[in-house]
C-alpha cells in the first residue's frame, strides 16, 4: 500500500510539471491521468507544521557586558554621592530593553516619530480632561503639555484625544494607508493603541535599534550601550545633569523613550524670556522639544569649549537639556546615528 501512495504521488508531481503549451488530446490524457493518480492518493496523510512560537524575551535574557570606548570620567556601577550611594539601575535598563527588543520582534511594520517641535505641524486639538499646569500650560492627565504636543486618539474616536504624545516619542506603526488622514501606532514606553493624524509622524526605515542611551533622572547619571549579536556593550557610564522643574522657563527632563532626531555642534541658547544669544551648549544631540544631550554650557557665545563642570552628575540644573563632560557629549554625537539611536529617560 505504501508502494502504491508513493509511485502515485510521484506520477501526480510530475503530470503537474509538465510544460503549459501541450497537444489538446494531450492535455486531456493528462488531466484523466492526474484525476486518477489524485483519487489514488487521497489516503495519504498530510503533515501541517505548526510556525514555532517566537518565545518573549526576559529581562533576565538581556545580556550586557562592558566594553567602554569613552573611558573618561567613568563611573562605577555603585558609586558615593555625599551621605549616599548612587547607582546603575541595570534591573530596570533591562526591563526597557526586554520591553523594545519584544516589540521589534512582533513584526515587519515601521517605525515611526511623533514630531510637532515648537508646533511646527499643528497645536494639538484638546483633550477630554486637560488642566493648566504651573507653567499656565494646556497639559493632559499624564502631565504631557499641548504645546509641542501630538493627539492621540482611540480607535473608536477621532475627534477629541485621550490624551497628548510627546515630541520625539517613538512608536510603532500598526497601519498606514497612503489614502487615509490617521495612521495607527502602537505607543512603547506607556503601551496604548491609537491613530494619529499623519501629518504629526515622521515614518522611518529603521529595522532595529542597536544604539541606546539611558539617562537617569533619580540618579543623574547616563550610560550608552550598543548591540553586538545578542550581547549589548556598555559603551560609556558618565556623571549628568537633567532638566529641573523651575517654571515658568525650566523644565524638567521628560521621561520616555525618544529618537535622536537632529545634531547641533553648537546650540545656542536665549536668555529666559528674551530672544537674545546667552550663550551656547557644543555637541548638542535633540531627542525632544528643546531637549539635548550636550556638553558644558558656556555663557559667552563666542567662547571657547569648556570640558567638564563639578556639578555634573549631582542634582537637576538645565531646562530640560542632560548636561554631560563636553567630550562624552561628542562622543554620543558621533556615535548615536539620526532616527538609528535611541535615548530612553527613567527615574
Not at 15 to 41: G, H, M, Q, Y
Not at 168 to 193: H, M, R
Amino acid at each position: 500500500m505504501h508502494i502504491k501512495r508513493i509511485a502515485s504521488i510521484i506520477l501526480l508531481v510530475g503530470l503537474l510539471t509538465l510544460p503549459s503549451c501541450s497537444s489538446k488530446d494531450s492535455v486531456d490524457r493528462n488531466n484523466k491521468e492526474v484525476r486518477e493518480a489524485s483519487i489514488d492518493s487521497v489516503e495519504t496523510e498530510i503533515v501541517v507544521e505548526e510556525e514555532p512560537q517566537i518565545k518573549e524575551i526576559l529581562p533576565a535574557d538581556i545580556k550586557i557586558t562592558k566594553e567602554l570606548t569613552y573611558e573618561q570620567y567613568t563611573l562605577e556601577d555603585t558609586y558615593p554621592y555625599k551621605d549616599t550611594t548612587r547607582t546603575f539601575q541595570w534591573d530596570k535598563i533591562r526591563e526597557i530593553m526586554a520591553q523594545i527588543e519584544n516589540v521589534q520582534r512582533e513584526g515587519p511594520q515601521p517605525w515611526g516619530i511623533l514630531k510637532n517641535r515648537r508646533n511646527k505641524n499643528g497645536e494639538a486639538p484638546l483633550v477630554h480632561n486637560w488642566s493648566r499646569n504651573a507653567y499656565k500650560n494646556v497639559a493632559d492627565s499624564f502631565g504631557i503639555e499641548r504645546f509641542q504636543g501630538t493627539p492621540l486618539f482611540l480607535p473608536y474616536d477621532s475627534v477629541t484625544p485621550v490624551r497628548y504624545g510627546q515630541d520625539g516619542e517613538l512608536v510603532k506603526l500598526t497601519y498606514s494607508n497612503d489614502s487615509s488622514e490617521f495612521i495607527g501606532a502602537q505607543t512603547i514606553y506607556v503601551p496604548g493603541d491609537f491613530i494619529i493624524p499623519r501629518k504629526y509622524v515622521h515614518i522611518i526605515d529603521t529595522i532595529c535599534f542597536e544604539h541606546l542611551v539611558f539617562v537617569d533622572r533619580h540618579n543623574q547619571n547616563i550610560t550608552t550601550l550598543e548591540k553586538n549579536n545578542d550581547t549589548w556593550l556598555v559603551r560609556s557610564m558618565n556623571p549628568s545633569t537633567t532638566g529641573k522643574y523651575r517654571p515658568p522657563y525650566a523644565h524638567d527632563t521628560p521621561l520616555g523613550i525618544f529618537v535622536i532626531q537632529e545634531k547641533k555642534a553648537k546650540m545656542y541658547y536665549y536668555v529666559d524670556g528674551t530672544t537674545t544669544i546667552a550663550g551656547y551648549a557644543p555637541w548638542a544631540s535633540r531627542f525632544t522639544n528643546g531637549g539635548y544631550i550636550h556638553g558644558v554650557p558656556t555663557t559667552n557665545p563666542q567662547g571657547s569649549i569648556i570640558e567638564y563642570s563639578r556639578t555634573l552628575g549631582t542634582i537637576p540644573r538645565s531646562h530640560m537639556c542632560v548636561r554631560n563632560a563636553s567630550s562624552h557629549a561628542k562622543f554620543v554625537y558621533d556615535w548615536a546615528l539620526l532616527e538609528k539611536s535611541l535615548v530612553v529617560v527613567i527615574e
